[in-house]
Every structure is written in structure tokens, then in C-alpha cells.
């Protein structure tokens, strides 16, 4: 069965600290990963997408990175801000399939 | 371009009551789909369509049903609420070719 895996369930930051999401994943044959930003009360919006060949992408201050070998995906946020605090989920998607698979996310609060 | 659409944003049953939540996506996507969001336990999928005429089944379908009306239009119908089904909904459509999934603002139901 796909799985993905988040990990840590929750963390607390000071604002301008740097911090980095971890995911892991077992979904075969893989077609691309997805991170998703979820703010409190809203639906989740795409920040960033990582196919096979990539290992690294950046979107302003949150960088992906990708090791398809151990299929291992991150997210790093650079010296964040208030606006940060949210839920981070990561989703894989399978070659051919309609259905991705989520992990349960992240939640990140970041303190003044 | 309103992106995806749901009604309601609130809603409160009563145990045995019936209710439909309507989804609406402006984009031209072939997929929709239905999730809820109970905490702790991330977004698990309820129903999809992968294209106009289909729905199938997701991992926690029961106590559900859907029908796609057109291509804009995929609602989700609960014909005797249960506590249980107390929980956030949300809608999402799909774009190809990277998968992407484009979320509603979620529907919040409470079962008394």
C-alpha cells in the first residue's frame, strides 16, 4: 500500500529561524511530489512540485529538495515569518493513477 | 475565475438528517473530488471522479454518495448523518499533466 510519511507532526519556531519538513514516501512508480500549504481554516494550495529528475527547487523562501533513490523529499523554509504558521503536507502521486497519496502534515507555528 | 467553490461554508445536522454539499470548479478539469479532514488524520478521500459520467470509490466512501452532474459540477450527498461524519469537506479538481489539485474553501459540518 502507498504511504507517505510526515514527520515531526508539529513544530514551534521564533519568527526568523530557518526549520526543514521531512518526507518519506513509498509510492511505486512515482510520478511526482507535491508540497501543499494549508493555512488554518482554508484548503490547501500547491507551493511547490518535485518530478524524478529534480533534486532541488525553490519558491521565494521555502526550497524543496528530492532523493528519489531513497525516496526522501524536504522542506526548508528560510527565516520565516508569521504568515508561515500553517499545515505543510506532502503529496505523492503515482504514474497513472487518478489518486494521489497524502501524508498527514506538518504544523508549524511560528512565535514573535 | 473563481477556482473552486463550495456551499455550504457551515452546516449542523441533526442524527438522521439529510444534506447535499455542492461543489463547483471554473477550470475545465476532467477530475473532482470529495475529502474530509479530521485532525490528526489528514485529508482521506471519500469519493472521485476521474471524468464526467464516472465516479468511483475512495478510502472512506461509506455513509456517502456522489453524483457528477456536468463537468463543472460534483456533489456529495449524505442521505443520514452520522456523529461521525462530523468533520471538515473538501472539494478539489485536477490539472493535467502535473497533478495538481486545486482545493474549495471547505465545508464545515457538525452532526449533533
Known amino acids: 500500500k502507498n504511504q507517505v510519511e510526515q514527520s515531526p507532526q508539529s513544530l514551534i519556531i521564533l519568527e526568523g529561524k530557518n526549520c526543514t519538513l521531512q518526507?518519506?514516501?513509498?509510492?511505486?512508480?512515482?510520478?511526482?511530489l507535491r508540497w501543499y500549504k494549508q493555512d488554518t481554516g482554508r484548503g490547501p494550495v500547491s507551493l511547490t512540485i518535485?518530478?524524478?529528475?529534480?533534486n532541488t527547487k525553490s519558491n521565494g523562501r521555502y526550497t524543496a529538495t528530492l532523493d528519489a533513490d531513497t525516496k526522501q523529499s524536504s522542506l526548508h523554509i528560510t527565516a520565516s515569518q508569521l504568515s508561515d504558521s500553517a499545515s505543510y503536507i506532502c503529496?505523492?502521486?503515482?504514474?497513472?493513477?487518478?489518486?494521489?497519496?497524502f501524508g498527514r502534515g506538518t504544523s508549524l507555528i511560528v512565535h514573535p | 475565475n473563481a477556482g473552486v467553490t463550495q456551499t455550504p461554508k457551515f452546516q449542523v445536522l441533526k442524527t438522521g438528517q439529510s444534506m447535499t454539499l455542492q461543489c463547483a470548479q471554473d477550470?475545465?478539469?476532467?477530475?473532482m473530488y470529495w475529502y474530509r479532514q479530521d485532525p490528526g488524520m489528514g485529508l482521506r478521500l471519500i469519493y472521485y471522479?476521474?471524468?464526467?459520467?464516472?465516479?468511483d470509490k475512495g478510502e472512506v466512501p461509506n455513509g456517502y454518495n456522489v453524483s457528477r452532474l456536468n463537468k463543472r459540477e460534483f456533489s456529495l450527498r449524505l442521505e443520514s448523518a452520522a456523529p461521525s461524519q462530523t468533520s471538515v469537506y473538501f472539494c478539489?479538481?485536477?490539472?493535467?499533466?502535473?497533478?495538481?489539485?486545486?482545493f474549495g474553501p471547505g465545508t464545515r459540518l457538525t452532526v449533533l
Open positions: 478539489a479538481s485536477r490539472a493535467v499533466p502535473h497533478n495538481e489539485q486545486f
Open positions: 518526507c518519506n514516501y513509498t509510492v511505486s512508480p512515482f510520478s511526482n
Open positions: 518535485m518530478t524524478f529528475s529534480e
Open positions: 503529496v505523492v502521486s503515482e504514474g497513472g493513477s487518478y489518486i494521489p497519496t
Open positions: 477550470m475545465n478539469h476532467n477530475s
Open positions: 471522479s476521474a471524468s464526467e459520467g464516472t465516479t
